[in-house]
């Protein structure tokens, strides 16, 4: 059978970004707008323009970019929001502008404060307005998933006629139940007389843990565009989960009529590194990337995945990225062996000189790890280098006994030169940051703080993502090493750097949006 094509936009970089703690930076968002081109993704909703300066440029560098998946900006139905997502999607090979405007009766009435005659003409200008500047437009009437049929229906036929080639129905508060999400879908596709005209997608919240069976509901019922997240990170409970849509699809192939372009030995990847930026772990148990998803614990269980993998397992491990045989290298492995390892694990370095420093890395990890895992191999690629940095780690010692508060000694160079502070604190982590307060005159607010294993151990690396604030500038901060105390400390010192070298890198938010 010939089958459709199930088109996935992610909106990791926009409705993901809106998750309460999820800030990125642009260099952070470019990172992981390469990851989601390399993933195959079809459309990637870079973000909100007229949202913050930061916001623009992060569009604006991933359209300039990126020419292997569709670059969409969101824009409200308005003039400024529309010129802006405009402006910054023009270098793109290929762009959509994403318009939206509530069409639920507590939306338009409370928030909006309009008619619905008045929604219908705003809508249409919109549309008109975007295709002027884009030949993709996307129309979304928010809260369809409570809004009234008929004027959906109304609306909907208006906008197609206005160029709008994708008319998404997101069910924006997580409302509905699968049935009838996918009922509506199929009413909509049967009653809007020039739905021939679009595709139609949706975007499903999980506020009632419902997001990735509404969605694939509405794809059983004619939707072909889905819109989704890595890891289902979003507003609230977040948005349907990218990797269990396109897993389903693929391991229920006797059921759907159509296929996406997922790249699918690619998710383990992305998702590790959407964790790894916003310090939002994965519940082991989440599936497809959760760390229990593949594992087999009861006595029964391992028996029958011996005998045969298909007793307990409906997919494959490798299918997803995740290696069969991820225990590899270690202190004596030369310069080849990790060439080798990182073709394998298709790690790109642009240089001679990446390859060095990568390998230096390698080593000085081998030195205090015996086992390294191809997971820690992906974190160090991953890792920010720090030469370069204006304040880096000389030395540090804490001490932690159990009759006193913790003490940090730091010692940072900064641009060359040295300085040393001490500092107690509530704990080891606490004194260090301490420490490096009383050595750099600078106040920031700590607004998050989160260790991840990256494999398992008391050797394991542990991964720290750091979310400081300073003024109205958010910048994230990773580190990683053997020692969590020093994961912390290189965290906060890539934040801080981030700030000093670089203020327009921090995602600044506009007020009133
Ligand atoms: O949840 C929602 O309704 C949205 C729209 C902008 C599509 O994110
Ligand atoms: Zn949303």
Redesign the pocket.
């Known amino acids: 059978m010939n089958k459709d094509h199930l088109i996935i936009f992610d909106t990791t970089l926009r409705?993901g970004e809106q998750s309460p703690g999820a800030s990125m930076d642009i260099e952070e968002k470019i990172q992981i707008a390469n990851a989601l081109s390399d993933l195959n993704v079809d459309v990637i909703e870079a973000g909100f323009p007229i949202a913050s300066n930061g916001d623009y440029s992060a569009v604006k560098e991933i359209a300039d970019s990126i020419s292997n998946s569709r670059i969409c900006a969101?824009a409200r139905a308005l003039e400024k929001d529309i010129l802006r997502a405009a402006d910054a999607l023009k270098n793109a090979k290929y762009s959509r502008i994403h318009t939206?405007i509530a069409t639920s009766p507590i939306h338009m009435e409370m928030k909006l404060k309009m008619s619905p005659e008045e929604v219908i003409k705003n809508a249409v200008n919109a549309v008109k307005m975007a295709r002027d500047h884009v030949e993709d437009v996307e129309f979304?009437p928010?809260?369809a998933g409570r809004s009234d049929f008929n004027f959906l229906c109304k609306i909907i036929e208006k906008v197609i006629d206005a160029g709008a080639s994708t008319i998404?129905i997101?069910d924006?508060v997580g409302y509905n139940l699968p049935h009838q999400f996918g009922d509506l879908i199929s009413r909509i596709i049967d009653n809007v007389p020039n739905s021939n005209d679009a595709i139609f997608s949706v975007?499903c919240?999980n506020d009632l843990g419902l997001a990735v069976s509404n969605s694939l509901s509405s794809v059983l019922n004619g939707a072909r565009q889905v819109e989704c997240t890595i890891n289902g990170l979003g507003?609230r409970a977040g948005n349907a989960a990218l990797e269990e849509i396109v897993m389903t699809v693929k391991t229920r192939r006797d059921i759907f009529s159509c296929d996406t372009r997922i790249n699918t030995k690619k998710i383990m990847n992305c998702s590790r590194l959407v964790s790894s930026i916003t310090g939002f772990p994965v519940q082991p148990n989440k599936a497809i990337v959760g760390k229990n998803a593949f594992a087999h614990e009861s006595g029964i269980h391992q028996d029958g995945i011996i005998k045969s993998r298909e007793t307990y397992e409906i997919m494959k491990a490798e299918d997803i990225g995740l290696l069969s045989n991820s225990l590899v290298l270690g202190k004596h492995s030369g310069r080849n062996a990790f060439k080798q390892k990182l073709d394998e694990l298709n790690i790109q370095y642009t240089s001679d000189d990446a390859f060095n420093d990568l390998f230096t890395r390698f080593k000085e990890l081998a030195d205090k790890k015996h086992e390294i895992y191809d997971e820690d191999i992906i974190r160090l690629s991953n890792n920010i280098p720090l030469t370069g940095d204006d304040i880096q780690l000389s030395y540090m010692s804490v001490v932690c006994d159990s009759h006193k508060k913790p003490n940090a000694k730091i010692k940072l160079s900064i641009k060359g030169e040295e300085r040393e502070a001490t500092a107690e604190g509530d704990g080891a982590v606490d004194a260090a940051f301490n420490a490096i307060k009383a050595i750099i005159d600078l106040k920031v607010d700590l607004r998050l703080y989160s260790v991840n294993n990256i494999t398992s151990g008391t050797d394991a690396q542990g991964e720290v993502t750091v979310r400081v604030v300073k003024d109205e500038l958010i910048v994230n901060g990773h580190g990683a090493d053997t020692d969590i105390v020093k994961a912390s400390v290189l965290a906060y010192l890539n934040a801080i750097n981030k700030i000093y070298q670089n203020p327009d890198l921090a995602t600044k938010k506009l007020s009133g949006i």
């Open positions: 409705d969101l939206f979304s928010e809260d998404n997101p924006t975007h919240h507003e």
